[in-house]
C-alpha cells in the first residue's frame, strides 16, 4: 500500500499545494498521525455579543439516564486523526469521520479504519464516495476516493485560481443522478462527470454576474430527492446574492435538464433563496419573502406563514430547511435584533398547520438537528442529546437523553443512529438501535 500526504511549500508570497502519495493506513487501534499545518478555512463571526430573548430559550428537562443514555461506544477516536472533529457520514455502505486535518473510514460492518490526512478546506463526500478538498488560497482542488488522490487541472478543466463561492450558507459538494458533482464557484455551477469538469457560468443558468463587493450563492438539489424519474440528470439551483453578510435579492431558481438552463417562474422571479430542501416528492424554497413549497412537476406553490418572532426580533433570512418525510419543516432563522442582524438565530418546527418555537441555536455552522427513521429529530447541542416535546403554548420542551457532546451524526438503511461525540475529555464514534433511541 502507498501513503498519502500533502505538503504546502511558500514561494515568494504564494502558495502552491503538492502532494506526495506513499499510502493510506488500515488498523484497528488508533494511532496518532503527523501531518502539515492546516490552512484555516474562513468561518463567519458574529460582529458582537448577542443578547438573547429569553423566549427563545427552551426548557431543558433533566429525565432519569445513564449518562451515556441509549448510547454505546463503537470506537474511540481519540488519536485516530489530528484537528478538530467536524463531521460525519453514512454514503451506502461505508462511514466516515472527519477532521479539520483528515478523515477516517470503514465499511458498516467491519471494525478497522482506514485513514488519510491533508492541509487544505474538507468540502464534503459525493453520494460516490468522493471526499473533496479545496485550497482557499490557491483555488486547487483535490478528491480522495478511498485509495488515491486526485488533483484536477486545467487538463481536466478545472481553471487555475478557481474559487468556490463564500456567502453564510455552506457550500458543499451536490451529487445528481448520474453519477456527478456540483460545486458552486465565484464564475457559477461546476460540474463533475467523474472524468471532466464542465463550467456553467451564471449567465448560462439565468443568472446575472453578482456586482462587485457581492457574492452570488447557490444550493443544488437533484432529481432523486424529490423521486422524479428523471434520466437526463435533472438538477435545481437556488439563488441569492450577498453583501455583508445579509441577503439582497437577485436570486431566483433555475432547472437543469442534463444539456441547458432554465429559470423557474416563481411569483417573485428574482427572490432570493437562502435554503432548499426536498421531501414527499416537493421541493421546499427559503425565500426572502417566506417559505414555499413547489411540486417539481406541475411547479405547483403553496406558501406558508411567517412564525410569529416577538417584539424586539425579525427574521432576517433562513440559513437552513430541513424536511422530514411526512413534510414537518425545521427550518433555522437567523434575526434582527437591536443588537443588529445576523447574530442571533432560533430553530422553529411546522407541524400540524402551526409553528412551535425550537430555541436558540447558536453558533456557526448552526448545531445539527438528525432525523430518524421515524422522522424523529433528535437535537445536538449545548452538551447533550435532546428530544423536543411540543407544548400547547407553542414552545418545545427539549428532553435529555444523555450527556454526550456530539459534533455530527447520521442514521444508516437499518435506523441505527450514529454519533461523533465527547464524553469527558475521551472522544469516541458512538450508536444506538431503533429499539432504544425510541424508548
Not at 455530527?408 to 472522544?427: C, M, Q
Request: net charge negative.
Amino acid at each position: 500500500m502507498r501513503k498519502y500526504c500533502l505538503y504546502i511549500f511558500i514561494i515568494i508570497g504564494s502558495i502552491m499545494l503538492t502532494s506526495c502519495r506513499a499510502g493510506i493506513s488500515l488498523f484497528s487501534t488508533p494511532t496518532p498521525t503527523i501531518t502539515p499545518t492546516l490552512i484555516p478555512t474562513p468561518t463567519p463571526q458574529p460582529t458582537s455579543t448577542p443578547t438573547p430573548t429569553p423566549t427563545l430559550t427552551p426548557t431543558l428537562t433533566t429525565t432519569p439516564y445513564s449518562e451515556m443514555g441509549p448510547f454505546q461506544l463503537e470506537y474511540p477516536l481519540d488519536g485516530l486523526l489530528p484537528g478538530q472533529w467536524l463531521d460525519l457520514q453514512i454514503i451506502k455502505d461505508k462511514l466516515w469521520v472527519v477532521s479539520s486535518q483528515g478523515a477516517a473510514w470503514r465499511k458498516l460492518d467491519e471494525t478497522a479504519f482506514s485513514s488519510v490526512t491533508w492541509s487544505a478546506e474538507y468540502l464534503g463526500i459525493d453520494q460516490s464516495n468522493r471526499l473533496w478538498v479545496h485550497n482557499p488560497l490557491t483555488g486547487s482542488l483535490s478528491s480522495w476516493d478511498g485509495y488515491q488522490w486526485k488533483d484536477y487541472t486545467v487538463k481536466d478543466g478545472w481553471l487555475t485560481g478557481t474559487l468556490l463561492s463564500r456567502s453564510p450558507l455552506k457550500n458543499v459538494p451536490v451529487s445528481d443522478n448520474q453519477g456527478g458533482t456540483w460545486l458552486a464557484t465565484t464564475w457559477g455551477a461546476a460540474h463533475f462527470d467523474g472524468q471532466n469538469w464542465t463550467r456553467y457560468p451564471f449567465y448560462q443558468m439565468g443568472f446575472k454576474s453578482p456586482p462587485k463587493g457581492t457574492v452570488r450563492s447557490l444550493v443544488f438539489v437533484n432529481a432523486t430527492d424529490v423521486h422524479v424519474d428523471s434520466p437526463d440528470g435533472t438538477l435545481w439551483a437556488a439563488s441569492c446574492v450577498w453583501k455583508d453578510g445579509m441577503p439582497v435579492n437577485e436570486g431566483g431558481l433555475s432547472r437543469f435538464d442534463g444539456t441547458t438552463w432554465s429559470r423557474v417562474a416563481l411569483p417573485d422571479l428574482d427572490t432570493c433563496i437562502t435554503a432548499i430542501d426536498s421531501s414527499i416528492s416537493l421541493l421546499w424554497l427559503a425565500t426572502t419573502a417566506g417559505i414555499i413549497s413547489m411540486s417539481p412537476n406541475s411547479l405547483e406553490i403553496r406558501s406558508f406563514p411567517d412564525p410569529t418572532i416577538g417584539d424586539r426580533a425579525s427574521v432576517a433570512y433562513t440559513d437552513s430547511i430541513q424536511v422530514t418525510p411526512g413534510g414537518e419543516m425545521w427550518p433555522v432563522f437567523v434575526l434582527c435584533t437591536p443588537n443588529g442582524c445576523g447574530q442571533l438565530a432560533v430553530r422553529f418546527h411546522w407541524v400540524n398547520g402551526s409553528w412551535f418555537q425550537g430555541g436558540e441555536v447558536s453558533g456557526f455552522p448552526f448545531q445539527p438537528v438528525v432525523f430518524d427513521l421515524n422522522g424523529n429529530a433528535w437535537f445536538l447541542n449545548d452538551g447533550r442529546i435532546s428530544v423536543p416535546v411540543h407544548n400547547h403554548d407553542g414552545s418545545i420542551e427539549l428532553i435529555s437523553k444523555t450527556n454526550l457532546d456530539a459534533v455530527s451524526g447520521a442514521v444508516d438503511k437499518t435506523g441505527r443512529l450514529w454519533i461523533v461525540a465527547r464524553f469527558g475529555d475521551a472522544w469516541g464514534l458512538w450508536s444506538a438501535g431503533t429499539k432504544s433511541i425510541n424508548q
